[in-house]
């Protein structure tokens, strides 16, 4: 049996844990967000495009987002993640174009 003073212990410890969890996904929070906001910053010092999303790759090189991933997961392509997301800049894009241009490397932008 359980004195007064372990439930209140016990209550305690249940109330750090809750609060490094909050503490823990806040700062996960505003660090995306950081990320997100530098990654800005840094394309509109360089005066370039816009960041591109997984949809806008897929939608300019008419292939579908499963492709994209593809892509990524060969390394074709890199882009950088913030949070869930990952963007690619127009620098990167050069990188796909160069292989779409040697024919040793077609296969391998190819979906199997």
Request: contains cysteine; hydrophobic residues 45%; proline residues 2%.
């Amino acid at each position: 049996m359980l004195t007064r003073k372990d439930e209140h212990i016990i209550r305690e410890l249940r109330m750090d844990i809750k609060l490094k969890w909050m503490e823990q996904i806040m700062k996960q929070f505003f660090m995306e967000s950081m990320e997100m906001l530098l990654l800005k910053l840094k394309c509109q010092a360089d005066e370039t495009k816009p960041l591109l999303t997984i949809t806008d790759l897929a939608m300019r090189f008419k292939v579908s987002k499963a492709t994209i991933h593809n892509w990524i997961n060969r390394g074709i392509i890199e882009g950088v993640k913030v949070g869930k997301n990952r963007y690619f800049t127009e620098d990167e894009l050069a990188g796909i174009l160069y292989f779409l241009k040697i024919p040793e490397t077609k296969d391998l932008l190819s979906t199997r």
